[in-house]
């Protein structure tokens, strides 16, 4: 009986006759999840059960890897759950008899709408029972939530939850939040599924947990295929079938980069300075280019001929640019029948002929855009070459792949150009090169290597790519992406609209927002008026559950995560109140920033790509007076 209190998913008999697999096996294994430390046990509790699901029931693997990543397709096609959590708590009350005061109260107590739904369930009697939900059901029930709206929504999300038991209530409620809380990224789950494997592969030769052990390199070689392929292509409904067909050695073959499906852009280290960057890439071949100050766009043309344009966060925004469709052709020399490029888009003053400053390009509209009504022009920068012709590049090094992209693309001026480049380790060249682009608009330089070490990395904020910004922090070296969480009213001339506000970084392990610093700073009166007006519209009655701040900081208003700022300050330090990276650094403080100062809207990141809660600590780390101070302790050691 799956409804007891020590169900194991191994025991399900049910799972095993009817070779579907129930719901509560998922949701038990999240539980299990939840409550472990350490992140290799997390993985094997994982591992564990996507192996019992290719044994029983491999067709359930797909919605299982899904929702253990709370996605219902692959990111890029933008379908999301994210429902309001008073659209559930209405649910939850419909079927639990409830009333709304309490569900509210209880979930600011416990900050989870989930364990309040699993407690409400627990409690109540039922009239009969419902047939046990599978997770091929679940999965469609999701999928038909997202696409819908209004009454309708509450209505098939409370046909579901009256079916829940224990902790099914937990995760269904959860998964429809938009945050699972259970730790597991894209990185734990391809890992997960690459022991599943290996452990599925040797079931009759030994038992699962001796796997881990005795077939270790077997388990290396594995996930490193999966990671791999997974970045190439990342679509899970094209992977996972693949994985289950084909032997892993032809995994990487049978799924191949294409164009139209978006790759995760490389991404680059930060550097405090000319020295640092040269001392890095000593004896190296090098080239700097600008860095140009715009939208970054991978640019994909497919074997249909259709162009789509991607964005950092692998957003489709090619409805943007109707007008950089309209003239791809002459970007072109010669037979050009697929390609993938990387580049930067920049508003550009035609008269002039000169690069505009980012604020002027986000003054474009974003959805239904008319080529006769764009007034701000644009000009691609293209800095690289990912795929041609039916071949991936990634893996020949940037001046076999540059050479490609100048033989096959021209450049038409104040459209298309190629990132001016100077291949140089001199370092007074590098520094005039700077300045020049600084001249030119520009944010800087990006550093590359040539040849050794220069493939391009999926994905990755590689050592490879360093960022030489113009005003680069001699101490921090980098801005921060923060998202705005809280708003504190105006005083004085800034009276009726939000003053200052409360910014958090994000934790990817733990899915939560943890407070960073508050900002009042670096804001003009209008930029204050239009953050208030459009922040207004996503004030939300409470601190969302996940959230982590000190009740020191509650703020006049809390509001949906749902943007990015830029922000620079002086430093970063040690922090009882705010709880950035709290663990890292200090068992009990979390890390926040000194004079914080506003810089811009970062439209092109979603909350969750916000800067890490690891690269605070990181960044916090690599101060030099805190690496001047970890240098005498070692000394005092
Ligand atoms: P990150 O992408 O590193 O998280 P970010 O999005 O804030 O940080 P920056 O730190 O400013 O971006 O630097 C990297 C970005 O610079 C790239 O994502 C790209 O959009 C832009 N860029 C401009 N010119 C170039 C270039 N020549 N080569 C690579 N990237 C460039």
């Known amino acids: 009986d799956p409804s007891v209190e020590n169900y194991h998913p191994v025991n399900d008999a049910y799972w095993k006759a009817q070779r579907t697999t129930p719901y509560l096996a998922l949701a038990r294994t999240f539980q299990v999840i939840e409550e472990t430390k350490g992140r290799l046990k997390m993985i094997d509790t994982l591992s564990n059960f996507f192996c019992s699901v290719m044994l029983v029931s491999p067709e359930d693997l797909l919605p299982c890897v899904y929702l253990s990543i709370n996605q219902l397709a692959p990111a890029y096609e933008g379908l999301e759950l994210g429902v309001a959590e008073t659209t559930l708590m209405k649910a939850i009350c419909k079927a639990t008899g409830r009333n709304l005061a309490h569900i509210k109260s209880q979930t600011q107590l416990t900050g989870d709408l989930g364990i309040v739904a699993e407690q409400s369930r627990v409690s109540q009697r039922m009239m009969f029972r419902p047939k046990p939900l599978n997770v091929r059901g679940v999965f469609a029930k999701l999928k038909e939530i997202a696409n819908i709206s209004g009454q309708a929504k509450i209505t098939l999300v409370y046909d579901v939850f009256v079916a829940c038991r224990h902790a099914e209530a937990r995760f269904f409620i959860r998964s429809l939040i938009g945050k699972l809380r259970i730790g597991i990224a894209e990185q734990s789950l391809l890992t997960a599924l690459a022991i599943a494997l ?3 592969n040797h079931i009759n030769d030994c038992k699962a947990h001796k796997v881990c052990d005795i077939y270790k390199d077997e388990i290396a070689d594995t996930t490193l295929i999966l990671k791999t392929t997974y970045s190439q292509c990342p679509n899970y409904d094209i992977v996972i079938p693949a994985l289950l067909k084909y032997d892993i050695k032809e995994l990487q073959d049978r799924c191949p980069m294409h164009p139209g499906m978006p790759l995760r852009p490389m991404l680059a280290q930060p550097t405090k300075g000319v020295s640092e960057v040269l001392e890095r890439f000593s004896g190296m071949q090098i080239t700097c280019e600008w860095k140009y100050d715009g939208e970054r766009a991978q640019i994909h043309l497919n074997k249909d001929g259709e162009i789509s344009i991607f964005s950092r966060n692998s ?106 480049a100077l291949d140089t380790t001199d370092m007074d060249e590098v520094q005039q090169f700077l300045e020049e682009s600084i001249k030119g608009n520009c944010e800087g330089l990006m550093v590359k290597t040539l040849d050794e070490e220069a493939t391009y990395e999926i994905a990755k904020r590689s050592r490879n790519w360093l960022k030489l910004k113009k005003d680069y922090l001699s101490n921090v070296g980098d801005s921060l992406d923060l998202v705005v969480i809280g708003g504190y009213k105006g005083k004085g001339r800034r009276t009726g609209i939000y003053g200052g506000f409360l910014l958090a970084c994000y934790d990817t392990e733990n899915e939560e927002y943890q407070s960073i610093c508050k900002i009042g700073t670096g804001f003009t009166d209008e930029d204050l008026r239009q953050h208030s007006e459009f922040l207004s519209a996503h004030v939300i009655s409470s601190a969302k559950s996940y959230f982590r701040y000190d009740p020191s900081l509650e703020p006049d208003a809390w509001f949906e995560p749902v943007q990015v700022w830029e922000v620079k300050c002086a430093d970063l330090s040690l922090s009882p109140i705010h709880r950035a990276a709290i663990g890292a650094v200090d068992p009990e403080r979390g890390i926040s920033l000194r004079f914080p100062r506003f810089i811009r809207i970062r439209d092109d990141k979603s909350p969750e790509n916000a800067t890490d809660a690891n690269q605070v600590s990181l960044m916090y780390n690599s101060q030099d007076q805190v690496k001047n101070n970890q240098k005498s302790s070692d000394q005092m050691d």
């Open 315 to 420: 957003e489709n925004n090619t409805p943007k640019y109707p007008d950089l469709i309209a003239r791809s052709k002459s970007l072109v020399k010669g037979n050009v029948e697929t390609y993938i490029l990387d580049s930067e888009i920049v508003a550009w003053d035609i008269e002039r002929k000169q690069i505009l400053p980012f604020q002027i390009l986000t003054t474009r509209k974003r959805k239904n855009v008319d080529i006769a009504d764009i007034k701000v022009q644009v000009c691609v920068y293209i800095f690289d070459l990912l795929y041609f012709n039916g071949v991936s590049l990634v893996t020949k090094p940037l001046s076999e792949r540059r050479k490609i992209l100048m033989e096959h693309f021209q450049e038409v001026e104040g459209e298309w150009q190629f990132a001016t």
């Open 198 to 200: 290996v452990k599925r």
